[in-house]
């Protein structure tokens, strides 16, 4: 039912900032967990980050905690993901993903727990 768009995926050098963004839609945004997830050339996708609005609780990886911030504007649709102090490992393919039920706990972090995705954004970091 709902429709995941991501953009502002691009190419930076280590230690710069990019800002994600997901635009939804053909749903209530507000009913709808939402996180972000990325994967590399021959790797898993992995989980990035999470975020219930109800209960204003957000998850993030280890690898990315401190750096990445994830955000929502449940009135224009919108999930975010500002990640700063960008490492070449960061280099992947990110995703934007949706679920029924703005709930967070370690379920969120499974790719498979989410209903919808979007066609991904490149992002690239040059060491």
């Known amino acids: 039912q709902v429709q995941l768009v991501e953009s502002g995926g691009g190419l930076v050098q280590a230690g710069g900032s990019l800002k994600l963004s997901c635009a939804a839609s053909?749903?209530?945004?507000?009913?709808?967990?939402v996180g972000w997830f990325r994967q590399a050339p021959g790797k898993e996708r992995e989980f990035v980050a999470t975020s219930a609005y109800i209960s204003a609780i957000t998850l993030y990886a280890d690898s990315v905690k401190g750096r990445f911030t994830i955000s929502r504007d449940n009135a224009n649709n919108t999930v975010y993901l500002q990640m700063n102090s960008l490492k070449s490992e960061d280099t992947a393919v990110y995703y934007c993903a949706a679920r029924l039920g703005d709930f967070a706990g370690d379920f969120s972090k499974l790719p498979n727990r989410y209903d919808y995705w979007g066609q991904g954004t490149q992002v690239t970091v040059s060491s």
């Open positions: 053909g749903g209530t945004f507000s009913r709808y967990g």
